[in-house]
């Protein structure tokens, strides 16, 4: 079976943060500081022939950059999408496999923010996307507004999610509170990017184009 090393190293540290994401919606510096250098130096010598396979990933990071800047993804995943994009490049079909990786992610988080808000209330929210949610159940999936619509806290503020979550429920005043889902995309995107990754080595098991590992 072939591996390239590359995609493990891509796959080993989108799940490791994955998991940070999940369990605290903030991801360690130290992830992207070690992954993206390392793989930036792989890329020449697994990936040379596919360096255009990158052209989109240098319109989309940028693009999601700016986004997370507004509060509308989380800061790390765009360099979540770097790593995936020099992990990913080799061809899948028509498409570099980390954006089949980057609109499958996509594409379940929408699922999964469907199952969440089924049954909830949003009539008279203060902004779009924005749910009546009781106080109790409010966690780091869950973003608080207040009456205006406005959030509840700076997202920008660096002290850890959850803290900014309990200040909100004692600065709430009542049992329910309006709130958005934020779901993380990290989770997502490594789960796409493990199938897409054995997607990968059943329709193409070897590549003379790449120097791999072998087990």
């Given at each position: 079976?072939?591996?390239p090393a590359p995609s493990v190293l891509a796959l080993t540290?989108?799940?490791?943060?994955?998991?940070q994401d999940?369990?605290?919606?903030?991801?360690?510096?130290?992830?992207?500081?070690?992954?993206?250098?390392?793989?930036?130096?792989?890329f020449p010598l697994f990936y040379g022939g596919f360096l255009v396979e990158l052209v989109p990933a240098v319109l989309?990071?940028?693009?999601?950059?700016?986004?997370?800047?507004?509060?509308?993804?989380?800061?790390?995943d765009?360099?979540?999408?770097?790593?995936?994009?020099l992990?990913?490049?080799?061809?899948?079909?028509?498409?570099?496999?980390?954006?089949?990786?980057?609109?499958?992610?996509?594409?379940?988080?929408?699922?999964?923010?469907?199952?969440?808000?089924?049954?909830?209330?949003?009539?008279?929210?203060?902004?779009?996307f924005t749910y009546a949610v009781k106080k109790s159940e409010l966690n780091v999936f869950w973003l608080p507004r207040l009456e205006d619509g406005?959030?509840?806290?700076?997202?920008?503020?660096p002290r850890p999610f959850r803290q900014l979550i309990e200040e909100a429920k004692e600065k709430i005043k009542g049992e329910w509170v309006w709130a958005t889902p934020i779901l993380p995309l990290l989770p997502f995107l490594f789960a796409s990017s493990l199938a897409v990754f054995a997607l990968s080595l059943l329709t193409?098991?070897?590549?003379a184009s790449l120097t791999p590992f072998t087990a």
């Open positions: 079976m072939v591996f540290f989108a799940g490791l943060a994955a998991l999940a369990r605290d919606r903030e991801v360690s510096d130290f992830f992207w500081v070690v992954s993206i250098p390392a793989l930036a130096i792989l989309i990071i940028p693009i999601s950059y700016a986004v997370s800047r507004k509060g509308l993804l989380g800061e790390a765009p360099f979540a999408l770097l790593v995936l994009a992990g990913f490049p080799q061809p899948l079909g028509v498409f570099p496999a980390y954006l089949l990786i980057f609109f499958l992610g996509l594409v379940c988080e929408l699922g999964a923010f469907a199952v969440i808000i089924h049954g909830r209330s949003g009539k008279g929210a203060p902004s779009p406005s959030y509840a806290f700076d997202i920008n503020d193409r098991p070897a590549q």
